[in-house]
Structure formats: C-alpha cells, structure tokens
C-alpha cells in the first residue's frame, strides 16, 4: 500500500505526464458543454452531461488519493444516492447506521423503504454485530458523524462479504489520506468533498471511488441520465483545495489532540470524545485502523445554555454546521435532532495556530 505521504507528493504533479510544452501547469477551467465534433461522434469529450477536461483533472486526482478510479458528483448528497440509487433494487435490504449522518438515513427513509427497500438501522460501534444476512448493501460510517464512534472496517468488510452483502463506506469524515476503506475490504467509497478536500468552505463536491469496474461505470451512468453532474467551476476549485489537503490535515490533525487533551482536562466539560484520545473508546481500532485521528472533537457541556454561551463568546470558533474547513467550526447537534446531549458540541478544527485557538475556547468556555 502507498504511504499517504507519497500520494501527497504525488498528487501535486499528477498531470505532469500529459503535458505538452506551453500547457498551463493547473487544470484550465472549462466550461464547455459542447465540443467540436464533425462526422463520428466518438471523442474523449462530446457533451457537457458525459464529460469534461475540468471534472477529469478533478477525478485523477481523487483516483491518485484513493488509488482507485473516481466518478465526481455536485455534493457528498449526490454521490450517496447515486450509488444507492445504481446498487439497489426493489426488495432488497440495506442497514445503515443509526448515528451516522442523518440525511443518509432521511434518504432511506423517505424515498427507499417506499420502493420497498428494507431500511435496517444499527449503531457504529456494534456495526460488525449488525443484522447483515440477507442484506444486499451494508453501508458504514466510521467514525460516524457526529458521535465519533468507530467500528473495525476489515472485520465489518470480512463479515459483510461471507453473507453475500456489498459494502459501501463513507469516508468523509477522515478522508482517504487518513483511511482508506478499499484497502480494508470495503466495494465502495463515497465521500463528501465539500468538508476538508475541498477546505475553504464555498463550494460543495463528492465522489465514488470503486475498484469495481462494472459497478463504477454503472455508477458513472447514473450520473450521465439522471444529470447529476458537479458544475467545472466547482470541480475547479476543488481541485485546487485538494492540493494543499495534507499540509492542512496535518495542522488540523495535531491541533485536534492538543485541543481535545486540554478539554477532557477542562472544568467546564463534562465528556469529551476523540478518537486520539487514549482513554476514547475510539481509540484502539482507530489506532491500527487510520492515518491519524481527524479533526473532529466531541464536546459535551452541561445544558444547551452553556453550549451556545461558548459558541457565541469565541471568536476563533465559526457557529455554523458542516466541518473541515480551514477556520475552525461548532454547532451543537442537537438543535437538528441528532441523538446526542443538548450540550454536545460538535468542534471542528481548523488551520488556525495552536495557542490562539485554544485560549480563545478556554476563555469562552469560562465566559
Ligand atoms: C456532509 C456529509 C455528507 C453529505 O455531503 P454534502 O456534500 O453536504 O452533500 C455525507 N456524509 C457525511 C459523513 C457528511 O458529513
């Protein structure tokens, strides 16, 4: 397996090899929908809705990361059902899980149990004790947002494979620099790219990545019919965003433990979760299973009240959903139903330094 780092490395001069004296060093933004195309209409690019020079620029790089062929999406959203939409039928079972991300599961509900599709939930942390016989997808989030519980990839993948089943991991949470589920057994990855790969905050982006040829091109065709395609200028962006991923992952990274160590250590905070934390019951899988811990923190303070108090008076924590970006973030979850305490927060760490940051959260955890 490639180290991460060398895919870094890598990533930052994937398209050196197709170019041809004069060629601009980044991908040019196209935004074409049509191309010149006399008599046969066979061509790399023959209609906006197909394919274009941006969106491939982006995909090769995903490819790069994933070390597995890509198909770009307009939203994390889009890439979801995308595959659920292509892998599924009628009659079929899917478990999801019941912490992960919660429009996954509205998804399920409200549009697949209707077409009779079974929608079975089952938490994270028992995902490898999931009722899986007769499923025909399993799909894992680890570690789930927001509740940051993990369960063993590789032991899900094993167990989901004897019975038949496919599994589909959303990575989004960690990204493929920091764990790479086909790696672990899993057929499909989906992520969304709007949260750290992309970074800045001012687009939104997903992929699938398959070592599944017939899967992926069936994926690919769903995204040609149903026109769910990611626009260039986004696609664009992205691309760029993805170059500078690890320099900011790793500040991200390191700063998550320093952040989540003095917290648990805070007299303000009832219960810290951390996958880096040693005393996290993420921890031991997370260990052998991940590049790193993330950027996520959960926090839980004592009521809604003091939560919102702390999100208000600190000026280096953005109150907004979503996370991954370079300015660090908050939201208490509550506020959109997720399963969680009333003061459960959750943080997510951006690119600022260290020291500033923290004394910001301390102070406003004391305010
Ligand atoms: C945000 C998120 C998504 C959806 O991504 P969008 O780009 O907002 O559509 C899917 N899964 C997880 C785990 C997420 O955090």
């Known amino acids: 397996m490639t180290h991460p780092d060398r895919l870094a490395a890598e990533l930052l001069h994937h398209r050196a090899d197709d170019l041809q004296r004069g060629?601009?060093?980044?991908?040019?933004?196209?935004?074409a929908s049509v191309f010149h195309l006399p008599g046969s209409p066979e061509a790399d690019y023959v209609y906006g809705r197909y394919s274009t020079p941006t969106w491939q620029a982006l995909e090769a790089q995903l490819a790069l990361l994933e070390q597995a062929p890509c198909v770009a999406f307009p939203s994390g959203m889009a890439a979801i059902t995308g595959v659920l939409y292509s892998m599924l039928s009628a009659g079929d079972r899917i478990v999801v899980p019941s912490d992960g991300y919660f429009t996954t599961r509205v998804f399920s509900t409200e549009f697949l149990a209707p077409m009779n599709i079974e929608v079975v939930e089952h938490p994270t942390a028992d995902f490898a004790n999931a009722p899986i016989d007769d499923a025909a997808l399993v799909f894992v989030e680890t570690p789930s947002n927001p509740g940051l519980d993990v369960c063993d990839l590789q032991l899900v993948c094993e167990k989901a494979k004897a019975a038949g089943a496919r599994v589909v991991a959303d990575n989004t949470t960690l990204t493929p620099l920091l764990q790479r589920p086909l790696d672990l057994g899993a057929d499909v990855v989906v992520a969304s790219d709007t949260k750290a790969p992309a970074g800045h905050s001012d687009l939104l982006l997903g992929h699938v990545a398959s070592r599944d040829a017939t899967l992926l091109e069936?994926?690919?065709?769903?995204?040609?019919?149903?026109?769910?395609?990611?626009?260039?200028?986004?696609?664009?962006?992205?691309?760029?965003?993805?170059?500078?991923?690890?320099?900011?992952l790793s500040r991200m990274c390191e700063t998550a433990l320093v952040i989540a160590t003095r917290l648990a250590e805070h007299p303000s905070v009832q219960a810290v979760r951390y996958p880096g934390l040693p005393s996290d019951p993420s921890f031991e899988i997370s260990r052998r299973q991940t590049h790193g811990f993330g950027f996520l923190i959960g926090v839980t303070l004592q009521d809604a009240a003091a939560a919102d108090r702390m999100l208000g008076a600190c000026p280096?924590?953005?109150?907004?959903?979503?996370?991954?970006?370079?300015h660090s973030s908050g939201e208490r979850r509550a506020r959109w139903g997720d399963q969680v305490a009333e003061g459960f927060v959750r943080l997510s760490v951006g690119c600022e330094p260290v020291e500033p940051l923290w004394s910001a959260i301390d102070d406003a955890l004391r305010a």
């Open 23 to 31: 060629d601009p060093l980044p991908p040019p933004l196209v935004g």
């Open 218 to 248: 069936k994926i690919e065709r769903w995204r040609s019919l149903s026109g769910c395609i990611p626009g260039p200028f986004e696609a664009w962006l992205a691309h760029r965003g993805i170059e500078t991923l690890e320099v900011r």
């Open 316 to 326: 280096f924590v953005a109150e907004t959903t979503s996370f991954g970006g370079v």
